[in-house]
C-alpha cells in the first residue's frame, strides 16, 4: 500500500524560503502525479500545484511566482520549494497522490502533513 | 478559478441520524466533484470521487450525488466515528479547488 511522509523544517523565517520532501513508498513515483496542498492553522485546504515524474508541472496561479517543485526518481522522492515566505504561508503541508480513472482525478492517499511555521 | 461553496458550515447531529452535506460550484463542473473527510489532527481521506463512486473501504452509509453545479454528499445512520469535517473538491480545471468545509458535530 502506498504511503507518503513530508519532511522539512518546522520553523522558516519570513522572506526564506520554505523546503519540503515528500517520500513514497510502497510504489513507483514514475507512475503518477503527485500534489502538495497545504492547510492553514484551522482553516480550509489550498491546493499548491503537482508534479509528474518527467518535470511536468501545474502549479496554482495564486502561488506559481514563488514555487518550485521537482521530483527525484532514484529517491522515489518529490520537493516543494516556497520562496519568500510571509506568516500567511504557515500551514499544514501535505503531499499526495493524483490518482484518477479516465479523466476524474482526486487525492489519494495524502501524508500525514507536517506543521511549517513562517516566524523569526 | 471555480468557487466551491458547502453548506452548512457546521450542524449538529445524533447518532443514527442522517445528515446532508450540500456543495455548489461556481459553474458547471459535469461530475468532477470529490469528497473528504478530515479528522482533527488528520490529513483528509477521500470518500467519494467522481461525484458518487465510494472510495474502496469507505462504509455504505457515504453517498454522493449531483452533477452539473450542485452536489450533495449524505451520511445514513451517522456513526460516532463520522463526526469530522467534510471538504468538497472539484477537479475539473486547475487551479483544482475545495469547499470550506463543514464540521458534523454531537447534538
Known amino acids: 500500500q502506498v504511503q507518503l511522509q513530508e519532511s522539512g523544517p518546522g520553523l522558516v523565517k519570513p522572506s526564506e524560503t520554505l523546503s519540503l520532501t515528500c517520500t513514497v513508498s510502497g510504489d513507483s513515483i514514475s507512475n503518477y502525479y503527485w500534489s502538495w496542498i497545504r492547510q492553514p492553522p484551522g482553516k480550509g485546504l489550498e491546493w499548491i500545484g503537482y508534479i509528474y515524474y518527467s518535470g511536468n508541472t501545474n502549479y496554482n496561479p495564486s502561488l506559481k511566482s514563488r514555487v518550485t517543485m521537482s521530483v527525484d526518481t532514484s529517491k522515489n522522492q518529490f520537493s516543494l520549494k516556497l520562496r519568500s515566505v510571509t506568516a500567511a504561508d504557515t500551514a499544514v503541508y501535505y503531499c499526495?497522490?493524483?490518482?484518477?480513472?479516465?479523466?476524474?482525478?482526486?487525492?489519494?492517499?495524502w501524508g500525514q502533513g507536517t506543521l511549517v511555521t513562517v516566524s523569526s | 478559478d471555480i468557487e466551491m461553496t458547502q453548506s452548512p458550515s457546521s450542524l449538529s447531529a445524533s447518532v443514527g441520524d442522517t445528515v446532508t452535506i450540500t456543495c455548489r460550484a461556481s459553474r458547471s463542473i459535469s461530475s468532477y466533484l470529490n469528497w473528504y473527510q478530515q479528522k482533527p489532527g488528520k490529513a483528509p481521506n477521500l470518500l467519494i470521487y467522481a461525484a458518487s463512486s465510494l472510495q474502496s473501504g469507505v462504509p455504505s452509509r457515504f453517498s454522493g450525488s449531483g452533477s452539473g453545479a450542485d452536489f450533495t454528499l449524505t451520511i445514513s445512520s451517522l456513526q460516532l466515528e463520522d463526526f469530522a469535517t467534510y471538504y468538497c473538491?472539484?477537479?475539473?480545471?486547475?487551479?483544482?479547488?475545495f469547499g470550506q468545509g463543514t464540521k458534523v458535530e454531537i447534538k
Open positions: 499526495a497522490r493524483r490518482d484518477n480513472s479516465a479523466y476524474y482525478e482526486w487525492f489519494d492517499p
Open positions: 473538491q472539484q477537479s475539473y480545471g486547475t487551479p483544482w479547488t
